[in-house]
Structures are given as C-alpha cells and as structure tokens.
C-alpha cells in the first residue's frame, strides 16, 4: 500500500517570501507519479504541478518548483514570490499504475501581507 | 481539462433518511469514478471506486450497504448515502478517472450535513 506524508500541518510566509511544503511517501513501484493539489476555501481541488517518477528533472510551473529526491522517497513544493491567494490547503498526493490517488493529510498554508 | 459537475453542493437531511449525490463528467466518458470523504481539516480518503455497468470496489471500512454507488453510464456516477447518521455528515468528493499522469479533475463537492 501507498502511503503520503505531510509533517507540516500548518505554515505561514510573509507575502512575496519563499515557502517549501514537505512531502515524503512510500511505495514499492518503481513507475508513479507525484502531484500537488491545492484546495482554496472554496474546497475545489486544482492542480499546481506534477513529475513522473522517471523523469530526473524537477518540475516547474511559474513561481512553483519541485524538490524530487526518488531515493529518498521525498518530493516537497517550494513557492517563490508567495501571493496572497496561495493562501489554501496543499495536498501531496501519488498516483499508481493502478490509476489510483493517495493523498497526504495537507498542509495549511497562509500567507501574511 | 475536464468538466466535471457535482450536485448538490450542499445538503441537509434528518437522520434515517437517504442522499444521493451525483457526479457528471460533462465533455468526456468516465468509466472509472473515484468517491473521496473529506472530513474538516483532514485528507482526501478514497471510499469507492465505481466502474462503468460493473459493482464498486469500496476501500477497507466502508460499509456498501451504506454508501450506495450507481455508475449506469458514462457520464453519470451516484452516491446514495442511506440511512444517514450525524457521523456521515462530511465533504464528498468525486472525481472521474483518467488516464496515468494525467491530472485528476474532482467535482465541486457536497458538503452533507446530517441533523
């Protein structure tokens, strides 16, 4: 079974700072892939960024940037340039072959102006 | 990306009683749709997975005389949550499967809030 980790609960930035969300998982695949959902107030999911496990190369999207260890088993979210609508729950989550989603517990993010 | 619609968005309903809640993919074909619940200020937990014209899967713990899954179609999953308890009330969430690496698209979300 796959299971996600997210050992910060809660977090705050100051506005327009750098803040990096942790993310540990285990699993016994070798092939799977690894998103970043966030979940405003309004409680839609919407995706910030994804990396397929054999892809070496760290994601990037914007002001959102991966941490991929594979080794490790780590893969944590770094947010450049903080805004205040990044203020929301950021889940971790992996998908297996199998097509199925495991999410970490989350992380409330708010970012202070 | 995907169109996905949730109905409703919020509901309330005396114990005893029964809540569908339905799912639609509105621009694809679903024949896969994952059921998460959401409890405050915790995870996504996947109770079920519905296959198109075939029985659900329920996750470990999951009661499926309880959570009824109905998938009769491409685009349209339901859940019926029978016999509602106050402990049902929660934040459900489906969310269509697609294809590997694919991101997934949820739908909005019920927020059930049993009295």
């Known amino acids: 079974a796959q299971t996600v980790t997210q050992s910060q609960p809660e977090m705050s930035v100051q506005e327009a700072e750098t803040v990096t969300l942790s993310c540990t998982y285990d699993?016994?695949?070798?092939?799977?892939?690894l998103f970043w959902y966030k979940q405003p107030p309004s409680r839609q999911m919407i995706l910030v960024i994804r990396q397929e496990a054999y892809k070496q190369q760290n994601a990037t999207e914007n002001r959102f940037s991966v941490n991929f260890q594979k080794a490790a088993k780590s893969f944590s979210l770094k947010i450049s340039d903080s805004q205040l609508g990044d203020t929301a729950m950021y889940f971790c989550?992996?998908?297996?072959?199998?097509?199925?989603?495991?999410f970490g517990t989350g992380t409330s993010l708010t970012v202070i102006p | 990306g995907a169109v996905v619609s949730q109905h409703p968005s919020w509901v309330i309903c005396k114990s005893g009683t029964s809540v569908k809640i339905e799912c639609r993919s509105l621009d694809f074909q679903a024949t896969t749709m994952f059921w998460y619940r959401q409890f405050p200020k915790q995870s996504l937990m996947l109770m079920a997975t519905s296959n198109e014209g075939s029985k659900a899967t329920y996750e470990q713990g999951v009661e499926k005389d309880k959570f009824l899954i109905n998938h009769a179609s491409l685009t349209l999953s339901t859940l019926t949550v029978t016999s509602a308890h106050p402990e049902d009330s929660s934040f459900y969430i489906c969310s269509p499967g697609q294809g590997l690496n694919t991101e997934a698209f949820f739908g909005q979300g019920t927020r059930l809030t049993v009295v």
């Open positions: 699993t016994s695949e070798s092939n799977y892939y």
């Open positions: 989550a992996f998908q297996n072959t199998g097509n199925q989603f495991y």
